[in-house]
């Protein structure tokens, strides 16, 4: 058990069946009136953030959150499979648990399977990938003065925004939380 007073940033807590972590908190003291602990969480199943004020003596479950190494191996249909490097033992997860998470991520390559009790919720792809850019338009030179930023596709698939002097064929890195080019590799 947890305690609304000893939340810190990234706890996971079950609240009405749901597993969530704790994206920011906030002790409040009013002048008048009981404290109250006001925080943001994201649903680790939907992803979904809420915004919630509890009492600090307020108590919830703890959540353990196993995360695996896994191999992402291939997409067949509605269901990703992936790879315990370890044990050489294959699963398979229905693309709906994992929305758009992988759309960084080549097959391959290593990510961290999320589960609880059990059960497999959802993937944490690496922070960065390093990725092709496989289509483009041309950027001309005198476009703009500074900051100018045009649509480019990566080998993924994924559409992320690049500088203009970036053409196709080049590798770049790519913060996978975010979508947004760091650099070129």
Known sequence: MISASEFRNGATVEIDGDIFTVIDFQHVKPGKGAAFVRTTLRNLKSGGIVERT?????????????????????????????????????????????????????????????????????????TFAELVITDTEPGFKGDTAQGAVKPATVETGAVIKVPLFISSGEKVKVDTRTGEYLGRV
Do not use: C, W
Not at 109 to 122: A, E, Q, R, Y
């Open 54 to 126: 509890f009492r600090p003596t307020e108590k919830m479950n703890r959540a353990h959150i196993d995360r695996k190494d896994y191999q992402y191996m291939y997409n067949d249909g509605g269901l990703y499979y992936f790879m315990d490097t370890e044990s050489f033992e294959q699963i398979a997860i229905n693309a709906g648990d994992i929305g758009d998470t992988l759309k960084f991520v080549k097959e391959n390559d290593m990510v961290k399977v999320l589960s609880h009790d059990g059960n497999i919720f959802g993937i944490e792809p690496p």
